[in-house]
């Protein structure tokens, strides 16, 4: 399926949602999709069951860690979750690789280049996270202790 074409499929609640904005989640979500009939292909086969498995884990990881990051309040959080799906999707990355002996090699190639692309963005998307964080640290607080402290009666 086209990216393109896919685009039309997607439900209106999502299509909605600000976080559809941001070409990074709708990659994601698009990967996630693809990756179910990969995944198929790869569970019917006893040698790459796991694979299919942790395949599958990791690509459904991607735009859930970005979907929860863009719901964060701080940026620094953001940048956490974004950490998350970076980690993902190099991660679903290498399980495709792994999985190019099944995989014809038109498909192996366009699922590496899609997760090349999400890994490019979310490289970018950190480090601007990061500059805009600002301390969630509480400020330091002022005491103010009395002169005469030395002269106070402290009854136990």
């Known amino acids: 399926m086209r ?17 559809w904005k941001m070409k990074v989640y709708r990659y994601a979500l698009f990967a996630a999709d693809v990756a179910w009939t990969d995944v ?27 979907a929860e990051g863009y719901s964060k309040s701080s ?18 990355r290498d399980w495709y690789y792994k999985a190019r002996h099944l995989l014809n090699s038109e498909t192996t190639h366009q ?3 899609l997760y090349k692309a999400i890994i490019q963005l979310l490289l970018t998307m950190i480090p601007q996270q ?10 330091d607080p002022v005491y103010n202790v009395s002169s005469n402290i030395d002269n106070m009666t402290f009854d136990e």
């Open 75 to 92: 940026s620094k959080d953001r940048a956490r979750f974004y950490e998350y799906a970076l980690g993902s999707a190099r991660e679903s």
């Open 111 to 113: 699922r590496l280049e």
């Open 40 to 66: 198929s292909k790869l569970a019917k086969d006893a040698r790459t069951r796991g694979l299919a498995d942790q395949l599958y884990r990791s690509v459904g990881s991607i735009s859930a860690n970005i």
């Open 3 to 19: 990216f393109v074409e896919w685009l039309e499929t997607v439900p209106e609640s999502i299509r909605q949602d600000s976080i």
């Open 130 to 139: 990061r500059a805009n964080a600002t301390s969630l640290r509480e400020p």
